[in-house]
């Protein structure tokens, strides 16, 4: 059974990050080399900026229904999740949306429709 989540809106300081609310998390720092930077046990991804409007966000345990033609993927990992989750965390607030994850380290792929500000994200937890 598959499960996928969306967040629609504007994204608070034009970042985001993905991983297990559970756990100690270390934020990786940011270098603006591209719009992805990852630690052991977190993602962060950069969106559009948040005066410019919304952005939408879509995570899903099932890679299959992913990326819709012309996406570009960032990022392909694994985040350490030991309690079994993986949320999409706002700097403001944890928890936006999350799904299971299958194991302790799960796979997780990112993909933007443009490098610059993207305002479409697809996640893929598997």
Known sequence: MSDTKQFKGPVPHSIFFLF??????????????????????CISVATLTEIDGDTTIE????????PPD???????GNV???????????????????????????????WINRLVEPDHIYVSIA
């Open 70 to 76: 012309g996406y570009l993927k960032v990022f392909s």
């Open 59 to 66: 995570l899903s345990d099932q890679q299959s229904a992913y």
């Open 80 to 110: 350490t999740a030991p309690h079994g989750s993986i949320c999409i965390n706002f700097s403001d607030r944890d928890g936006v949306i999350c799904v299971l994850s299958r194991g302790q380290e799960p796979q997780i792929d990112v």
């Open 20 to 41: 297990d609310p559970e756990n100690e998390v270390d934020i990786p720092e940011w270098d603006a080399s591209g719009p992805v930077q990852a630690s052991k046990t």
